[in-house]
């Protein structure tokens, strides 16, 4: 009986891995025990994190004021806005070159390179980037300001494990700045309008006028033609005034009093 014993406390021993959080192992285990003694990972490339931030921008090609000329068919004035979603990296450079260091093979870094981060975990509380596995599937983990956790994780069934083996930094100070993002911007016409010079028509200016309104996800688009008088100083389409300085065969000089 004593030799039963001893055998199941070597074979208990022998089970032990170098993995942190509980007595992960290599070997085949259940997905309830994979789920409490590894670390969840909540990646960049899903939708809740790929979308950094949205931004509007307003484009306009005219000037309150400012005398302009429009020949028949040209453009007399247009704004539009767009949305963009903008979609990031997020890279990291280590301020050095470095390595972190054990009795095993050492995880090197070149502060030539830019290394990308993949994702997140927390860790006793503390939430952890982590950078892009090396070619033998090493994770390093950064905090918030760039220093590096001294423990090697590795990726199993879309979790990290960490291992036992205390790594430490050489040269001391070795850590990670942020570099630069390298963004994917999606635009997105949301409002707008454009106004064309139609030329002359039975003694009358006519314009081609067309609006941009959001409408739910999908904005409307609207056409509307105006006519005006030869002989009128001033004319209004939608809230945009417009003082006609010279109207002719050729085309209309004008300039633009308020949009």
Do not use: W
């Amino acid at each position: 009986m004593k030799k039963i014993f001893i055998g199941l406390a070597l074979l208990a021993v022998c089970s032990c891995s170098t993995y942190l959080k509980g007595d992960y192992t290599l070997g085949r285990r259940n997905t309830f025990n994979d789920f409490f003694y590894t670390y969840n990972i909540r990646y960049y490339d899903v939708d809740e994190f790929a979308s950094v931030n949205k931004e509007t921008e307003t484009i306009s090609d005219y000037e309150i004021g400012t005398v302009r000329h429009a020949v028949p068919g040209g453009m007399v004035a247009s704004s539009k806005i767009l949305q963009k979603d903008v979609y990031s990296d997020e890279f990291v450079r280590p301020n050095m070159k470095g390595a972190m260091v054990s009795y095993t093979v050492p995880v090197e870094f070149s502060d030539e390179k830019v290394y990308r981060t993949i994702g997140e975990t927390e860790i006793d509380g503390k939430v952890y980037r982590l950078v892009e596995p090396n070619r033998i599937g090493d994770i390093v983990l950064l905090d918030g300001k760039g220093n590096i956790y001294p423990r090697i994780g590795k990726i199993y069934n879309d979790r990290l494990a960490l291992l036992t083996t205390s790594f430490v930094l050489e040269p001391e100070g070795l850590k990670f700045e942020n570099d630069m993002d390298r963004k994917t911007i999606e635009e997105n016409l949301i409002s707008g309008f454009e106004i064309r010079y139609a030329g002359i028509k039975n003694y009358r200016m006519v314009f081609d006028f067309t609006s941009i309104r959001p409408d739910g996800a999908m904005p409307v688009e609207e056409h509307k033609t105006f006519t005006f008088p030869m002989y009128d100083k001033k004319v209004s389409m939608d809230g945009i005034t417009l003082e006609i300085l010279e109207v002719n065969e050729s085309g209309i000089e004008y300039r633009i009093l308020n949009v």
